[in-house]
């Protein structure tokens, strides 16, 4: 199994380059993000506790998230891998993925960390808030919160990660394409 996990700031370009990814490498898509918008969108108990959170750039509980990619996980064990989006966020996540699939023998391959500095990430996100409509890409603070919370709680990651030689970090700036070629380069040597 090839297990990605997809890493960087928001704004960094995680989700544009995983749907590329999981059709280059016929992989799962595994965005938290994307799963607790859904539970809001399904207007489902869980999707409106977290919706507070998500609007003003807080992390949602560990547990939460946690469990979601629980199921999906057991749900596609014949899967040839995953890309993970947005997930890990803290230690205690990265330590129960690692649990999670050392209960099916697997392992994350690698880490890949997209660099991103913070002026472009706003710029980006702001863009992005144009037409996604998100409540938490429309302005300034919640974003600076949202970099804030990446910065104390999830940047640390890189050192788990480091710690069992997985991490590589790349540039995050160019064109989507320039992007993509640079995580090809990186999975292809795996
Ligand atoms: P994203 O689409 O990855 O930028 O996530 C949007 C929001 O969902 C984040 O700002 C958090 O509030 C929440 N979220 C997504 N993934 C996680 C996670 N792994 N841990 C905690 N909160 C998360």
């Known amino acids: 199994m090839l297990n990605i996990v997809l890493f960087g700031p928001p704004g960094a370009g995680k989700g544009t380059q995983s749907e590329m990814l999981i059709k280059e490498f016929n992989l799962v898509h595994l965005s938290t993000g994307d799963l607790l918008?859904?539970?809001?969108?399904?207007?489902?108990?869980?999707?409106?506790?977290?919706?507070?959170l998500m609007d003003s750039g807080m992390l949602v509980p560990d547990n939460v998230v946690i469990g979601m990619i629980e199921s999906r996980l057991k749900n596609?064990?014949?899967?040839?891998?995953?890309?993970?989006?947005?997930?890990?966020?803290?230690?205690?996540?990265?330590?129960a993925l690692d649990q999670?699939?050392?209960?099916?023998?697997?392992?994350?391959?690698?880490?890949?960390?997209?660099?991103?500095?913070?002026?472009?990430?706003?710029?980006?996100?702001?863009?992005?808030?144009?037409?996604?409509?998100r409540a938490d890409d429309q302005s300034s603070e919640i974003i600076a919160n949202r970099i804030k919370e990446y910065n104390n709680k999830t940047a640390p990651l890189k050192l788990y990660y480091s710690k069992q030689d997985k991490l590589k970090?790349?540039?995050?700036?160019?064109?989507?394409s320039e992007i993509n070629d640079r995580i090809n380069q990186v999975i292809n040597k795996l």
Do not use: C, H, W, Y
Request: glycine fraction near 10%; avoid cysteine; hydrophobic fraction near 30%.
């Open 100 to 133: 999670l699939l050392d209960g099916n023998k697997q392992s994350i391959s690698s880490m890949i960390s997209l660099k991103v500095d913070d002026n472009e990430l706003i710029r980006r996100l702001l863009e992005r808030g144009k037409d996604s409509g």
């Open 76 to 95: 596609n064990i014949k899967s040839k891998g995953f890309i993970f989006d947005g997930f890990p966020r803290t230690s205690e996540q990265a330590i």
């Open 37 to 52: 918008r859904n539970e809001i969108s399904e207007k489902t108990s869980l999707g409106l506790k977290a919706k507070e």
């Open 169 to 176: 970090e790349i540039s995050g700036l160019g064109t989507i």
